[in-house]
C-alpha cells in the first residue's frame, strides 16, 4: 500500500505504520519488529511523532530504524520531555535532548545531527514539597526532538521481544 505523492518535483512513497489498524494505516506492525516487517536498507527516512514515549523499548526500535534504513538514511523523532501521561497504560518513557544520544550513536548505527526541545513549560508539583520550596520554579520543555543519519550498521542488538516483558 502506501501514498505515492509527488511534492516539489520529489517523487516519494510514504507508509504510515501503526500498531492499530485504522483508515490512514498502510502497515500495521510493531515498531519493535521493523525489519521483519520492512526489507533490510530499504528506506530513505523515518519521522516519528508522539510516538516514542509509548514504546516499551526504544533502544531496540533504534536498531530497528537502523536495519531498514539505507545508508544515508535520515530519522526525525519527536517525543515529549514533560507532559502528561497518557494513553494509559502505554505510556513509558519521557526524553530532554541529552537522552537521544543514548538511544541514536554510533553504536546503534547513527550519529545525531541535531536535537531541540520546544514548548517551554512551567512544571508545578501537585504539592509544595517541604524540602524544596522552590521546585514549582522548575522549566521544562513539552517536546524533545532530535535528527539523526545512519552512518553504518548496529552493532547493538536487543533480542528480547515486548511480550515477554510486558502484556498487551
Known amino acids: 500500500r502506501g501514498l505515492t505523492r509527488h511534492q516539489h518535483g520529489i517523487h516519494f512513497r510514504r507508509i ?3 500498531i492499530e ?3 490512514s494505516v498502510d502497515l500495521v506492525g510493531d515498531a519493535h519488529c521493523l525489519s521483519t516487517l520492512i526489507p533490510a536498507g530499504s528506506v530513505d527516512a523515518i519521522v516519528s511523532v508522539s510516538t516514542f514515549e509509548h514504546i516499551l523499548m526504544p533502544w531496540k ?3 530497528e530504524m537502523a536495519k531498514i534504513l539505507k545508508p544515508g538514511g535520515a530519522i526525525y523523532i519527536q517525543s ?3 507532559e502528561g501521561l497518557h494513553d494509559s497504560p502505554y505510556d513509558y518513557w519521557r526524553f530532554s535532548d541529552m537522552a537521544w544520544h543514548g538511544l541514536f550513536n554510533a553504536h546503534t548505527g547513527f550519529e545525531v545531527t541535531a536535537t531541540v526541545m520546544s514548548a517551554p513549560a512551567t512544571i508545578l508539583p501537585l504539592r509544595r514539597p517541604v524540602k524544596h520550596p522552590l521546585v514549582e520554579y522548575a522549566a521544562g520543555y513539552r517536546n524533545s526532538a532530535v535528527a539523526a ?3 553504518g550498521e548496529p552493532t547493538v542488538d536487543w533480542e ?3 511480550e ?3 502484556d498487551g
Open 16 to 18: 504510515v505504520m501503526d
Open 21 to 23: 489498524d485504522h483508515e
Open 61 to 63: 526500535v533504534a536498531v
Open 80 to 82: 515529549h520531555q514533560a
Open 149 to 151: 543519519v545512519k552512518v
Open 160 to 162: 528480547v521481544a515486548r
Open 164 to 166: 515477554t516483558v510486558v
